[in-house]
């Protein structure tokens, strides 16, 4: 009969050899499910041009990912396209909560006008706070972004850095929407202007000068003195027309619409329209340009419920009210004769 104490002895090396096999375990899948998640799935991601899902899969996958940094090497860049992803949601949540509110204002209901805003206050603050870590994600994987040199951008990673800048600039717009509570830098813009040269223009749907330029407008005085930033963003959503990725002209909608230029913003959104009519998205990136739409559909919307008190047609999201014309002399005096 062997002693308990060398039974014990004998079972310490067993023990030992469990954790560490555990640990080793745990290590090599954080590694193949992090590959695979930058690999394979968010490539299928991006070429499914359905919004609600790739907004549920971040917000379900996100910290699943993000939790095997625990255990092997950071997967930042799969978690920077979920935290986009669980972003989405949060903007969903406050697109219909700003509609409910331009309702409310609509029909003069001061408490449902007011219990509105706040719910899409707070609906902002989650959206900016997404946002804003992804953006985090992508300063991991290139630090000091927009602070100096451009840094190394290996060919399969540019996207990422894409998504990463536009994460950025949704952070700062969201934080502005939330009455700051989500506390995002104000210095997030002027980096994302500078590390937008970092990209290819052309290669990247017009979507580096239309950040640009978005920048200039959103901060005065921040762009080239020489250059109209309404001419940039025009000049880059026609890149992104061109190619069936309508980014660039989402953000110039955005853009002209926070600028409180209506009729500029009206000609964006009836512009965003035809060209998806002209071209499909390619296939690799639907998701990216289904997003844009849902942008745009958002401020066409607004227009619809500020001057109709409901969103606009199913069929034709850059449908727009006609403003009326307001009456001639001679009309005013048909209604006059109408009235007596």
Same mark, same amino acid.
């Given at each position: 009969?062997?002693?308990?104490?060398?039974?014990?002895?004998?079972?310490?090396?067993?023990?030992?050899?469990?954790?560490?096999?555990?640990?080793?375990?745990?290590?090599?899948?954080?590694?193949?499910?992090?590959?695979?998640?930058?690999?394979?799935?968010?490539?299928?991601?991006?070429?499914?041009?359905?919004?609600?899902?790739?907004?549920?899969?971040?917000?379900?996958?996100?910290?699943?990912?993000?939790?095997?940094?625990?255990?092997?090497?950071?997967?930042?860049?799969?978690?920077?396209?979920?935290?986009?992803?669980?972003?989405?949601?949060?903007?969903?949540?406050?697109?219909?909560?700003?509609?409910?509110?331009?309702?409310?204002?609509?029909?003069?209901?001061?408490?449902?006008?007011?219990?509105?805003?706040?719910?899409?206050?707070?609906?902002?603050?989650?959206?900016?706070? =997404?946002?804003? $870590? *992804?953006? #985090?994600?992508?300063?991991?994987?290139?630090? %000091?972004?927009?602070? !100096? @040199?451009?840094?190394? /951008?290996?060919?399969?990673?540019?996207?990422?850095?894409?998504?990463?800048?536009?994460?950025?600039?949704?952070?700062?717009?969201?934080?502005?929407?939330?009455?700051?509570?989500?506390?995002?830098?104000?210095?997030?813009?002027?980096?994302?202007?500078?590390?937008?040269?970092?990209?290819?223009?052309?290669?990247?749907?017009?979507?580096?000068?239309?950040?640009?330029?978005?920048?200039?407008?959103?901060?005065?005085?921040?762009?080239?003195?020489?250059?109209?930033?309404?001419?940039?963003?025009?000049?880059?959503?026609?890149?992104?027309?061109?190619?069936?990725? =309508?980014?660039? $002209? *989402?953000? #110039?909608?955005?853009?002209?619409?926070?600028? %409180?230029?209506?009729? !500029? @913003?009206?000609?964006? /959104?009836?512009?965003?329209?035809?060209?998806?009519?002209?071209?499909?998205?390619?296939?690799?990136?639907?998701?990216?340009?289904?997003?844009?739409?849902?942008?745009?559909?958002?401020?066409?919307?607004?227009?619809?419920?500020?001057?109709?008190?409901?969103?606009?047609?199913?069929?034709?999201?850059?449908?727009?009210?006609?403003?009326?014309?307001?009456?001639?002399?001679?009309?005013?005096?048909?209604?006059?004769?109408?009235?007596?």
């Amino acid at each position: 009969m062997i002693p308990t104490r060398s039974v014990a002895l004998l079972a310490l090396p067993a023990l030992v050899f469990a954790t560490g096999c555990t640990g080793f375990l745990h290590s090599q899948t954080g590694g193949v499910m992090s590959s695979y998640a930058d690999r394979h799935m968010i490539p299928h991601l991006l070429a499914d041009d359905d919004i609600g899902m790739a907004c549920q899969m971040g917000g379900a996958l996100t910290g699943f990912v993000a939790s095997f940094e625990r255990v092997s090497d950071r997967p930042d860049l799969p978690v920077l396209v979920s935290y986009v992803g669980a972003g989405m949601c949060a903007e969903a949540v406050a697109r219909e909560a700003e509609l409910r509110q331009a309702r409310a204002v609509r029909a003069g209901q001061a408490s449902e006008a007011n219990d509105a805003r706040l719910a899409s206050e707070r609906a902002h603050r989650d959206a900016a706070a =997404r946002f804003y $870590r *992804a953006f #985090q994600r992508a300063e991991a994987r290139w630090p %000091g972004i927009g602070d !100096g @040199a451009c840094p190394t /951008i290996e060919e399969d990673e540019r996207v990422h850095f894409l998504l990463g800048l536009s994460a950025g600039m949704m952070a700062l717009m969201h934080d502005r929407s939330a009455r700051g509570t989500a506390g995002v830098p104000m210095t997030i813009p002027m980096r994302v202007a500078r590390a937008a040269k970092c990209l290819d223009d052309a290669a990247w749907w017009g979507v580096p000068n239309a950040l640009q330029a978005a920048v200039w407008m959103t901060v005065p005085g921040s762009g080239p003195k020489d250059v109209d930033p309404k001419v940039t963003l025009e000049a880059a959503a026609k890149v992104g027309d061109g190619v069936g990725i =309508r980014l660039a $002209r *989402a953000l #110039q909608v955005i853009a002209l619409a926070g600028a %409180g230029d209506e009729e !500029g @913003a009206r000609a964006a /959104i009836t512009a965003h329209g035809e060209a998806v009519k002209a071209k499909a998205a390619p296939a690799k990136w639907r998701l990216l340009d289904a997003y844009a739409r849902v942008l745009t559909t958002h401020e066409a919307d607004r227009i619809w419920t500020r001057e109709q008190g409901h969103r606009g047609p199913t069929d034709d999201f850059a449908a727009l009210p006609v403003k009326p014309e307001a009456p001639s002399a001679g009309d005013e005096e048909l209604i006059e004769g109408i009235e007596e």
